[in-house]
């Protein structure tokens, strides 16, 4: 991904509104629930063997969710943090967070070379994926969601938030609007639909549908 310029941030001022964090807690929620979804289903010794068509689709629907998580940690390292950095100074230290993003990025890996092998063998891959994943996010939550209510302006993390969105090519877009309005309760779905405005809400008028088939053919549900 190209390089990010970060402006100046000022620290937020005692009366400032807090930013919303609305969309973080949303997308960590999505990334472990459909984690857990999918490694206890291709782990489960019951399951009948698949149509080829649901087994293309549950490969496809993991293949976009193991971008989903890259990108969100590349989006943290190169966007957030910095942002967090430049408004709250010294307060924390953002090092072991992305040494964990570091750690993650070969369980990545395995996930994406074995994601055309057997259900068993990408079931225990996702699962060691969760397993870190949802370590770093319990940090991440009880760490850093402080120090942004407390130091980040609203306004740079909608900032953050936007810049973000600019980066991700529309074809993943079209599975991470309605992957997000999935996992969203409504009143959180009302908040980041609001914050990003109506090209958003298009587009997920336009993919909600063919997202939810594509998840009951996955899940079966």
Known sequence: MRQI???????????????????LV???????????RLAAMLSSPGEPPASPERAAAVRDYTASLLTEI??????????LWPVIERSAGQVIDLGPLTDDHHALAPVLARCRSVLHRDDRTLGRALG????????????EEREVFPVIRR??????????????????????????????????EPAELDRLLRD?????????AATRRRWRARERLVFGT
């Open 70 to 79: 890259d990108h969100h940690h590349v989006n943290e390292d190169d966007v």
């Open 26 to 36: 949303v997308i960590h929620r999505a990334m472990l629930t459909d984690l857990d």
């Open 196 to 204: 990003a405005g109506p090209p958003a809400r298009l587009l997920l």
């Open 128 to 139: 060691e994926l969760r397993d870190l994943l949802a370590d770093h996010i319990g940090d």
């Open 5 to 23: 310029r970060i402006p100046p941030v000022a620290p937020r001022r005692p009366g400032e509104p807090e930013a919303d964090l609305t969309a």
């Open 151 to 184: 130091h980040v302006p609203r306004a740079a993390l909608a900032w953050v938030a936007k810049t973000i969105e600019k980066r991700a090519p529309l074809r993943q877009m079209v599975f991470t609007v309605p992957w997000l309005a999935r996992h969203a």
